[in-house]
């Protein structure tokens, strides 16, 4: 578990809002019940904005979306988490939305940016349901590794969200 302020929540009507999604290609395939989007992908919900090269999703038999899997060099989203809050921005390689259990995976040189604080890691869970933050390094020795996390979970709290 992350020392420091707590995980970003959502504004409240963003769930509420419809997603919008563009792509420079789509396809869909009802037998897999799958759609797979290529070529600067953008998704938005409310305040949530996503960018990425790839983006797969994946419905229920009552289709609803259960999965979201979006690749980039690397995906950007950001959102805001209250009215008049600054944007909190994440990005990694690779980012999975799992609907059903409310879990948010970030996987490869994922970060989390906040105004208080920014957590590196290799991968970056957030459940959305428990309100909490995992993340977790990928225990080697840092060769071949960015320079700032060199294979471990990295914390940064701004001087502003220190109690004094």
Known sequence: M???PPPT??????????????ADRGWLNEQTRSSRYEGHVVLTQGS?????????????????????????QP????????????EHEAEALRMEYHAAEGRILLIGNAVIRRPQATVQADRIEYDTIKNTVVAQGNGSTGEGQEETQNGRVKLTIQPDAIAR
């Open 2 to 4: 992350l020392a420091g």
């Open 9 to 22: 929540r959502a504004l409240p009507t963003d769930r509420e809002q419809a997603i919008e999604l563009q």
């Open 48 to 72: 949530l904005r996503l960018e990425g090269d790839r983006m797969e999703l994946y419905y229920t038999e009552d289709d609803r979306v259960r999965l979201v899997i979006m690749e980039g």
């Open 75 to 86: 995906v950007r989203g950001r959102q805001q988490p209250s009215p008049g809050a600054a």
